[in-house]
C-alpha cells in the first residue's frame, strides 16, 4: 500500500489476501474467486488468483483470476462479497493495473480492456496472443503489453492505435512481466532466455540486453522515480542500478 502499512496478495488457494505489515499477520481474505470453472471433462478447474493491485488509497484491492473475472474488494468493509465483478474476458486474467480512474487488464483470451471507472466505459483492443503482462505508460497516454508470441506493444491508450513493436526477447510458455521506466523513454521485458531486455520506446531499437541468469527471468518493476530495477528469477532477487547512482 501507498504508505507501506499493508501488502496485498493472491495464490493458488484461490484467495486474496490482505497483510499487516507490522504483525506480518493476514487481516482478511477474500475468496469470490472460489467458485471455479468445469474443464472438457467436467473437472473443477483450479481458480488460483494471478495479480492483485491496491487502489492509490488503498481502499480497494482489484485482483484478476484463471477464472476469467477482475473482482474489486474494500478493504474497509468485513463484507465477505466483491463490490464489483468485471467479467468481460472470455479466459483467465493475467495482468491487473491501475490508474486513478481506470481498471487495466490482459487476459489470455488475447485483449487489452480498459475499464474507465469515471465515464463507464470499456475499450477493448485485440492483440491476438495470450497476454501476459499490460502497464501504463507514466504520462498515462500508452499502454504496454507483453504476449505470448514475443512481442511488446505500445498502444495510444484512446485510439488503440499500434504505437510500437519490440521483439528479441523469449516469450512462448511463461506469464512474464513488461515495464517502462521512470522516464517513458525505454520499455523493457522479461525473458524466458535469462535476459531482461530494454528498447528504445521511440525508434524501437534494443537497447540493453542485461544478462541476469540462467532461467526463465519472470519478474522485473522499476522504481517510480529513480533508476533502479528489481528482477527475480530462480528464487533470487535482485537490485540494478546505474554506475553512477546516488542515493537521495
Known amino acids: 500500500s501507498f504508505d507501506n502499512s499493508q501488502i496485498c ?3 493458488a488457494d484461490k484467495a486474496v489476501a490482505l497483510w499487516d505489515v507490522s504483525t506480518g499477520q493476514v487481516v482478511r481474505k477474500y475468496r469470490g474467486h472460489a467458485g471455479g470453472r468445469r474443464g472438457p471433462d467436467c473437472v473443477l478447474l ?31 468493509s468485513r ?14 486474467i493475467s495482468s491487473v493495473k491501475l ?19 469515471r465515464a463507464g466505459q470499456l475499450c477493448s483492443d485485440y492483440i491476438g496472443s ?22 511488446l506493444r505500445l498502444l495510444d491508450k484512446d485510439t488503440g492505435e499500434l504505437l510500437g513493436e519490440y521483439t528479441g526477447h523469449r516469450s512462448t510458455t511463461y506469464r512474464l512481466d513488461c515495464v517502462l521506466n521512470e522516464l517513458d523513454t525505454h520499455v523493457g521485458c522479461a525473458s524466458e532466455d535469462g535476459h531482461v531486455y ?51
Open 9 to 11: 496478495s493472491g495464490g
Open 46 to 76: 483450479p481458480q488460483k488468483v494471478n495479480c492483485v493491485q491496491f487502489n492509490e488509497e488503498a481502499t480497494v484491492i482489484v485482483s484478476g483470476s484463471i477464472d476469467s473475472s477482475v473482482r474489486c474488494w474494500d478493504c474497509r
Open 79 to 92: 463484507r465477505p462479497d466483491p463490490i464489483q465483478v468485471l467479467d468481460e474476458a472470455k479466459d483467465g
Open 99 to 117: 490508474s486513478a480512474h481506470e481498471i487495466l487488464t490482459g487476459s489470455v483470451d488475447g485483449r487489452v480492456r480498459r475499464y474507465d471507472l
Open 130 to 151: 495470450p497476454i501476459t503482462s499490460v502497464c501504463f505508460s507514466k504520462d498515462g497516454q500508452c499502454v504496454l503489453a507483453a504476449s505470448l508470441d514475443s512481442t
Open 198 to 248: 530494454f528498447w528504445d520506446l521511440v525508434e524501437g531499437s534494443l537497447a540493453l540486453s542485461l544478462p541476469v541468469g540462467q532461467g526463465v527471468v519472470q519478474s522485473l518493476a522499476f522504481h517510480p522515480s529513480l533508476p533502479c530495477l528489481l528482477v527475480a528469477t530462480q528464487g533470487q532477487v535482485m537490485l540494478w542500478r546505474e554506475d553512477t547512482f546516488q542515493p537521495e
